[in-house]
């Protein structure tokens, strides 16, 4: 291992593990409610089972301006409803709250577009053999769309890593935070390529376990 790894060791391992919770926390919260989400959207659009024009273009605004601030900026705007939500606007906790709220409307954008690639013949044929809603979404729109579904949080969860790196702003640590304080203002470079590559490795595995996954589970 070479030498300025085993110097910064321990710091190192606290940066993976601070990412590790960052990414973790916008994976549970683009499932939890952004895969819900992205399902109204569908749901209320036009033409749809649910075709709710208001409750449509509400959801549908709300995602697109998260969508459109640069992230950055959305950072700096959550700030009071960061502290109001974890009690404060630094540390990892704190970075967690404007990583999930980007997840959530980036994911919900995904499903929709997956959910959206279902063929019509799908949903009307539930509907004739009286499919609930709720069968509707669970036994052939997510069943039908999972491989999308999974490469759409495959293509998240990479975007959760990039955007990690920015969470320095407000002291959320993490590889890139590291990668950026000690590698590029301390002037060492090797340790900057060092962290780079670690998040190329984290990126390479996650693309690989997605496509393997989605591969498997694609019934076309």
Do not use: W
Not at 52 to 64: E, G, I, P, Q
Not at 127 to 138: D, L, N, P, Q, R
Request: net charge positive; proline share 3%.
């Amino acid at each position: 291992m070479p030498e300025v790894l085993v110097q910064y060791q321990a710091e190192i391992m606290t940066s993976i593990i601070q990412t590790a919770i960052m990414v973790g926390v916008s994976i549970l919260a683009a499932i939890l409610v952004g895969l819900p989400v992205g399902t109204l959207l569908f749901l209320t659009s036009k033409g749809r089972i649910l075709e709710n024009k208001a409750l449509y273009n509400s959801f549908n605004l709300v995602v697109n301006i998260i969508r459109s601030f640069p992230f950055l900026l959305l950072v700096v705007f959550l700030i009071p409803f960061t502290r109001l939500i974890v009690g404060s606007a630094i540390g990892t906790a704190a970075a967690c709250v404007p990583l999930a709220i980007i997840a959530i409307a980036h994911y919900a954008r995904l499903v929709e577009q997956s959910l959206l690639e279902v063929p019509r013949g799908v949903i009307e044929a539930a509907i004739s053999m009286g499919a609930t809603v709720k069968a509707i979404i669970f036994k052939f729109l997510y069943v039908e769309a999972r491989s999308g579904l999974v490469l759409g949080l495959t293509t998240s969860t990479i975007s959760f890593i990039s955007y990690s790196t920015i969470m320095g702003v407000v002291g959320g640590g993490g590889i890139g935070d590291f990668a950026i304080r000690y590698g590029y203002q301390q002037f060492k470079t090797d340790l900057m390529m060092y962290m780079i590559i670690i998040m190329i490795i984290f990126v390479q595995f996650i693309q690989i376990i997605g496509t393997t996954v989605a591969r498997k589970i694609d019934k076309r």
